[in-house]
């Protein structure tokens, strides 16, 4: 595994481009665009203010820069450097943009959610967009890039419109059965439109293109519901993460829950491996201690060691006990995501923060739990196999596989602590992300990391 040398970075805005040819980072106010294979700057563009928002054009020729606090969003060409464009939302201010699947529209929202404005590049003309729903996804595009649903709130009454994005003419316009509608996410295939309502009232609704409701789901009442949903690749499962600490899986036949996984603080399955991450400071010689020459800095101590051990069961995992009179508890499923052949799940309960499940979608059992020494801030599947990243905020990366674990230290001068990360599409490296720097780390193959686990204390 090999790491590049680290470039500055600001607000954790670097993306790689769909094509997988660029990658762009921004510097405050500035964008940088990289060839990938040799990580040169081929563009550096500047914009009008900081960055906050950044987004590629779904076939890599342009990108756009939001500047929400001065109503601004700036694009650039890759084709043609020279070329630029400059939309400013005036006092209706801006709070989202996004490309639209053509990657010739901008669509922004305004300030209190008051309409969408559609921009065109080709023709420069300006469409509007009415009564948009202030809520946490209102907004998704089917795979194919032929139409958007759009969630809506019209005289205290919760609605979708379904558009065709070559014209954004109006294609299907329903209300919903829900209290206040919080997200909206279509299946992969483009089939049927998933709504879920406030974690207020647990309620799941499938629709298909047309708008019919296709079923209708809800595991209890009277408590704090829906947390997260996914959907499998494959679209043949949707995952319902809960408050209640549990995961249900629906099929695409029935609409029907077909298992939960619960994710208990104690694991006493002994089919189910537990990685635990351990730490151990080097040990340091007398004879390695000297004083430094008289004006030297202070030379940094060596990093501790952590590696994985294989847990015996039963394993009890480090629980968080939330503060329950207080918004947004630290309870529930908070994170979950399929690895890209749909045979594996991936959750974090919110209070066992340190714990990473993976279960297995075919056998419907856990397959594996990763217990870190930190609280997992973020997790993401490699694209092109069932390959898992996760950080924890610290100066180590983490990967999971079916053939076992390894902890990898980030290199570089100080820590580099790891806040997020985002993988190449090959799935051969990912940028790496800290508050104020970001390096690329390059993966080996499959055999090579292999090695590495049974090196490092994994399992095969």
């Known amino acids: 595994m090999n790491f590049s040398e680290v470039f500055k970075l600001s607000s954790l805005l670097c993306k790689f481009s769909p094509d997988g040819k660029y990658l762009a980072s921004c510097v405050q106010y500035r964008l940088v665009v990289r060839d990938v294979n040799t990580l040169q700057i081929l563009q550096l563009y500047t914009c009008l203010d900081q960055i906050q928002h950044i987004e590629w054009s779904a076939d890599s020729l342009f990108i756009l820069c939001a500047m929400y606090k001065r109503g601004l969003v700036q694009v650039w060409s890759l084709e043609q450097p020279e ?209 430094p020459p008289p004006g030297a800095g202070a030379s940094p101590l060596p990093s501790s060691e952590s590696k994985y051990e294989i847990a015996s069961v039963p394993v009890s995992l480090q629980t968080l006990k939330p503060v329950t009179d207080r918004a947004n508890p630290k309870i529930g499923i908070g994170m979950l995501a399929f690895s890209p052949d749909s045979y594996f799940l991936a959750t974090r309960n919110d209070n066992i923060p340190n714990a990473v499940w993976v279960w297995d979608i075919q056998k419907l059992r856990l397959f594996a739990v990763l217990e870190q020494l930190s609280p997992v801030r973020t997790f993401q599947w490699d694209p092109q196999q069932p390959r898992l990243a996760i950080c924890t905020g610290g100066s180590r990366l983490y990967l999971w596989s079916p053939a076992g674990c390894i902890s990898v230290q980030v290199p570089g001068e100080g820590d580099f602590a790891v806040l997020s990360l985002c993988w190449h599409l090959s799935g051969d490296s990912m940028a790496l992300l800290s508050k104020d720097r970001v390096c690329l780390c390059f993966l080996e193959t499959e055999a090579a990391v292999g090695t590495a686990c049974r090196q490092l204390g994994g399992h095969t």
Request: aromatic share 12%; net charge neutral.
């Open 83 to 291: 070329w630029h464009c400059k939309i400013d939302e005036g006092s209706a201010g801006l709070v989202a943009s996004c490309w639209s699947p053509d990657g010739r529209h901008i669509l922004n929202t305004t300030e209190f959610h008051l309409r969408i404005t559609v921009w065109s590049l080709c023709t420069k003309s300006v469409s509007y967009i009415k009564y948009p729903k202030a809520c946490l996804q209102g907004i998704t595009f089917t795979r194919d890039g032929r139409y958007m649903a759009l969630a809506e709130r019209r005289d205290c009454k919760d609605y979708v419109s379904i558009f065709v994005c070559s014209d954004w003419q109006l294609l299907r316009h329903f209300d919903t059965d829900t209290q206040d509608l919080t997200g909206i996410e279509w299946a992969p295939n483009g089939c049927v439109l998933a709504v879920w309502d406030t974690c207020l009232e647990y309620k799941i609704l499938l629709y298909s293109l047309d708008g019919r409701l296709l079923s209708a789901y809800s595991a209890y009442e009277w408590s704090l519901g829906i947390k997260s949903v996914a959907w499998s690749p494959s679209s043949q499962f949707l995952a319902v993460g809960s408050y209640d600490g549990k995961v249900r899986i629906l099929n695409h036949v029935t609409w029907k829950m077909i298992t939960e996984f619960g994710h208990p603080a104690t694991i006493n399955n002994p089919k189910t491996v537990v990685y635990k991450e351990t730490q151990k400071s080097p040990q340091l010689g007398l004879g390695c201690l000297s004083f």
